[in-house]
């Protein structure tokens, strides 16, 4: 029964949300989504649930469940893994549980050679743009850190094209990109794709400017 209602306020938060979608489709991402922020504290305030934003994506907690909302025009990239199941979805938005994340506090060096780890596996198949120390979680749960952060643009598969480019982990630590090629950071995928196009003549095929529908699921690399 509870579950039960907990989908249909979502579905009433949906419906809201689609409502207000027309007064927003000028708006920058950014914009868009300060305005995605403020309906949902005004909502989770009304129903009596917690709103955590996080790397500039919407979670909402309610006891020790957490949803993870998403909305078509809003770059997300994260690790699937903290996936649990689709709560709701619409033409624009959608919910999905998720698992609890947190913040990591890196306290030892066991930690984080874990860390070290667990994102290099993450950056080796995914570049994401200007990404931050801060773009990475923890999730007890997997035992795992992982990548959850909005407004940025990634590419899977990235390596398949470019053997060259090197993980650096600890660059993060000092504001600095993890993706290096010869000694160089790389920041954006335009550079990647200068680079793709300096190393064999050609360009990019594999990369989409257009937004996917999380129904595809290709928010999340798999």
């Known amino acids: 029964m509870h579950k039960n209602k907990n989908l249909e306020l979502f579905n009433n938060l949906i419906n809201i949300l689609e409502e207000k979608e027309n007064n927003i489709l000028f708006l920058t991402k950014e914009k868009i989504n300060k ?10 305030r009304l129903h009596s ?11 909402i907690n309610c006891e020790d469940n957490f949803y993870l909302l998403l909305n078509n025009g809003i770059n997300i990239v994260g690790d699937e893994e903290i996936i649990i199941e689709e709560c709701g979805s619409s033409d624009n938005y959608g919910i999905l549980k998720i ?19 667990d994102i290099k596996k993450e950056l080796e198949s ?17 035992d795992k850190y992982c990548l959850l952060c909005s407004l940025k643009n990634s590419l ?8 060259e480019v090197k993980i650096s982990v600890i660059n993060l630590f000092f504001g600095k990109s993890p993706y290096l090629f010869k000694g ?12 793709r196009r300096g190393l064999n003549g050609t360009v990019f095929n594999n990369y989409n400017w257009e937004k996917i529908k999380w129904k595809n699921r290709n928010y999340f690399k798999d």
């Open 126 to 142: 995914t570049f994401v743009e200007r990404i931050k120390l801060e773009d990475f979680l923890y999730c007890n749960e997997l």
């Open 184 to 195: 160089n950071e790389i920041n954006t995928i335009k550079e990647l794709m200068l680079l």
């Open 156 to 163: 899977d598969g990235y390596k398949n094209e470019i053997r």
């Open 35 to 44: 305005n995605i922020s403020a309906t949902l504290k005004d909502w989770c």
């Open 99 to 117: 698992k609890k994340i947190e913040k990591p506090f890196i306290t030892s060096s066991k930690k984080l050679y874990k860390f070290i780890r």
């Open 49 to 59: 649930f917690n709103y955590i934003s996080i790397n500039n994506s919407h979670i």
